[in-house]
């Protein structure tokens, strides 16, 4: 499966911003799917995941609350809605997706096997 994220851009502290994910050459619904984020000289880190039938989701601590992960199986898209952007939220953000079952892979990295190109969010204070 082919990922593609947008929806990145820069915004102002208290912002909102919503990514979404495109998934081509391949059925979405076959995956398990997340958000990721990076920042300079940092590991990749998770900020969300969802599982396949979207019915159950996790989140990093930092972002509980604000952001929402959901998904749409009819359109091979994946999304994440970002409020109350922090500065500390800049990072360049990534989509992946997993055929490791949900167990397993709701809140690790290194299952995920299909990665989309990143797309940048600033916040500026």
């Known amino acids: 499966v082919q990922l593609q994220a947008s929806g990145g851009g820069t915004v102002q502290a208290g912002d909102s911003l919503r990514l979404s994910c495109a998934a081509s050459?391949?059925?979405?619904?076959?995956?398990?799917m997340g958000w990721f984020r990076q920042y300079p000289g940092k590991e990749r880190e998770l900020v969300a995941t969802?599982?396949?039938?979207?019915?159950?989701?996790n989140y990093v601590d930092s972002v509980k609350g604000r952001f929402t992960i959901s998904r749409s199986n009819l359109k091979n898209t994946l999304y994440l809605q970002m409020n109350t952007l922090k500065p500390e939220d800049t990072a360049v953000y990534y989509c992946a997706a997993t055929t490791t079952i949900w167990m397993y892979s709701n809140s690790r990295t290194d299952v995920y096997n299909y990665w989309g190109r990143g797309t940048q969010v600033t916040v500026s204070s």
């Open positions: 050459g391949g059925t979405s619904s076959g995956y398990v």
């Open positions: 969802i599982s396949r039938n979207g019915a159950s989701t």
